[in-house]
């Protein structure tokens, strides 16, 4: 492609990549270009639940009660974010990518929790055969999608799906191991 071309392109994915960081959740990454995965939901119960229950599968991770179903990944903890929220990482099974994650929970109205999560890989990447949508939704998705809940069953609904260019949101991807 001419450098005009390259430009042009490199422009766009800057301001796909922006447009994760309108959440306020967004952990960043130190690539200019990276893929990356935003999903809003809303998920019956309390958010208290909903966050008891992200802890658990991390906290679960270690005695084997629960594992990551996309391709063995391990989370841990970073730190609280203001209101409740978690910023969170995720190594591949091989141990060679780690990505960012961070999750907001505001309670609603109507009994239910409103769940923002961004996650972004770390280092250049474009395709991620939906490794960022996979990174959050395993951690919220409940028995009804097929995944094995710690501490709470959670019916969730998501709202929105919006991975980055190029990047992919196959729910069907994140049950591989």
């Not at 809303?42 to 991770?61: F, H, N, S, T, W």
């Not at 099974?93 to 009994?111: C, E, H, M, R």
Request: charged share 15%; glycine share 12%; hydrophobic share 35%.
């Amino acid at each position: 492609p001419s450098c005009l071309q390259w430009v042009m392109r490199t422009a766009a994915l800057a301001v796909v990549s922006l447009g994760a960081a309108a959440l306020g959740v967004c952990p960043g990454s130190p690539s200019f270009v990276h893929a990356s995965c935003e999903i809003k939901a809303e998920v019956d119960g309390p958010c208290k639940a909903v966050r008891q229950e992200v802890l658990a599968r991390l906290g679960a991770q270690a005695s084997g009660a629960w594992h990551d179903p996309h391709n063995n990944g391990t989370y841990t903890y970073d730190r609280g974010l203001p209101d409740g929220g978690l910023s969170l990482s995720r190594t591949t099974g091989t141990g060679q990518y780690t990505d960012k994650l961070g999750l907001g929970f505001t309670p609603t109205s109507n009994a239910t929790c409103a769940l923002e999560g961004c996650s972004e890989s770390q280092v250049l990447s474009v395709l991620d055969f939906s490794t960022n949508c996979c990174n959050l939704r395993m951690l919220y998705c409940g028995s009804a999608e097929g995944c094995r809940p710690v501490a709470h069953d959670l019916t969730v609904r998501e709202v929105s799906v919006a991975p980055s260019w190029g990047a992919g949101s196959d729910m069907g991807a994140c049950l591989t191991v």
